[in-house]
């Protein structure tokens, strides 16, 4: 089976030579041009020479000829400058809609694709394991993929910088609430992040400050607003005065209870429970009279852990939720989810922050981090490990984590170093 994503593979390796047009005319490739990502031609500054004619512009490319029009390419002046219509299959003929009876230079490249490439490629397409390349695997392929562990987690933490920079311009460039927002989420873990950032959103941080003295004032607001205390749940001192205190702070700043928060429980550990997890992360904003200070002041993973050593109110030690009472477990913040936020959250901030200020300390020290730190436990680095792949500290976990995600489960693997090695056979 052949896509588009093979024909610019095709191309942008270089490994369609010998080319002729449609009608016969011998093509020699110049300049194969730079892959456009945004909209446009598929690769743009591109220089070919047609019959001993050279032309400069954009290259297409398309599986069918027809498929110029079905994505209507004829009535779009940001394809007037295409030199050069690279398909698979020449099905229609194809003219500029400017000059409807000039033809559009089209090569057909069926003929021209080594079979081996074509084997190899539907190979991993046509995979079903946990990721295309499973059974290929072997010493020199993970090797290969080991050097590029710093360009993953590159490209991973920019995804970060850029999910930063929107809590950053949403929060007028506060940076003390853009990083309160980040950690909420990482603290509500995979399944209720995104209640938990919405939550930071709808209670925000200077409110929590103006209050910070006052615990029990800090938890009626956010359990109150969060909507896991409920009345149904109001059983026992402890909650009768949250919801008592919530009742005046509610009617003070005019927060509005998430009432359709739909907080996730299904298959989570007890102690991942969202009342719990909200209780911990509590724990850590009364324990600190101001996080951006304390994160910015560290200057070693165990400053960082400190930040995050804290205990639950009591109550928590014998609840995982309101009005459940529970034998007696710890309320510490755990390592495991320790790692997490400082991973998911801290760290990114930091080299956020560096960016912003331009200061390489602050970058430094974030990458310094994930390089001291061991890899996270979790079911994607254990099959990473389970396949021979090395992993020996968070800075290759995080690489392992975006290449599955976004390479490996989205069939990725021309963009990946070992798919391409797969690929062409080399």
């Given amino acids: ?35 456009n990502h945004a909209s446009g031609p598929d690769f743009v500054n591109a220089k070919i020479k047609i019959n001993g004619i050279i032309w400069a512009g954009s290259v297409e490319m398309h599986v069918l000829s027809s498929d110029w029009l079905r994505h209507t390419h004829d009535s779009d002046p940001a394809y007037h400058n295409v030199i050069l219509h690279v398909v698979y299959q020449d099905d229609k003929p194809v003219t500029y809609s400017s000059r409807q009876n000039f033809r559009i230079p089209t090569t057909e490249i069926k003929k021209y694709i080594n079979p081996i490439i074509m084997k190899n490629y539907n190979t991993l397409r046509e995979s079903t394991t946990w ?15 080991s050097l590029r562990y710093p360009a993953l987690t590159g490209e991973k933490l920019q995804v970060s910088l850029e ?55 800090i938890q009626s607001i ?26 005046i702070q509610k009617a003070k700043y005019g927060f509005k209870v998430m009432e359709d928060a739909a907080w996730k429980y299904a298959g989570m550990m007890p102690s991942g429970q969202p009342a719990f997890r909200l209780a911990q992360m509590i724990a ?34 014998t609840h995982y939720q309101f009005g459940k009472d529970t034998s007696k477990h710890s309320t510490v913040i755990t390592k495991p989810l320790q790692d997490r936020i400082i991973i998911n959250a801290f760290v990114p901030f930091l080299f956020f922050y560096g960016s ?3 200061d390489q300390y602050y970058k430094d020290f974030a990458l310094q981090l994930l390089d001291e730190m061991k890899p996270e436990e979790n079911q994607t680095i254990t099959k990473w490990k389970n396949l021979g792949v090395r992993c020996e500290t968070s800075l290759e976990s995080q690489a392992l984590i975006y290449l599955r995600h976004q390479y490996c489960s989205k069939s990725g693997c021309l963009s990946c170093v070992i798919g391409n090695k797969i690929v062409s056979g080399k």
């Avoid at 109150?224 to 949250?242: A, F, H, I, P, R």
Wanted: charged content about 20%; glycine content about 4%; proline content about 3%.
């Fill in 1 to 35: 089976m052949i896509t588009e994503d093979l024909i610019y593979y095709l191309w942008q390796t270089k490994q369609l030579y010998d080319l002729a047009t449609t009608s016969g005319e011998i093509i020699s490739v110049i300049d194969y041009g730079s892959r």
């Fill in 222 to 247: 956010l359990f109150g607003v969060s909507s896991l205390m409920q009345k149904s749940t109001v059983q026992d001192d402890y909650s009768e005065k949250l919801h008592a205190e919530f009742v």
């Fill in 131 to 145: 990721i295309p390349c499973e059974k290929l695997l072997n010493e020199e392929l993970t090797q290969s993929l």
């Fill in 284 to 317: 850590v904003l009364l324990r600190q009279t101001n996080l951006l200070d304390d994160l910015l002041n560290a200057s070693c993973l165990s400053d960082m852990r400190l930040i995050l050593s804290a205990e639950a109110d009591v109550y928590w030690q």
């Fill in 356 to 358: 912003q200020k331009d």
């Fill in 163 to 217: 999910n930063i920079h929107r809590l950053y311009v949403n929060n007028q460039f506060d940076y003390g609430e853009s990083l309160y927002q980040l950690t909420a989420h990482y603290f509500g873990g995979p399944q209720n992040g995104p209640i938990f950032e919405r939550l930071a959103n709808e209670v925000p941080l200077h409110i929590l400050q103006k209050n910070i003295f006052d615990p029990l004032r």
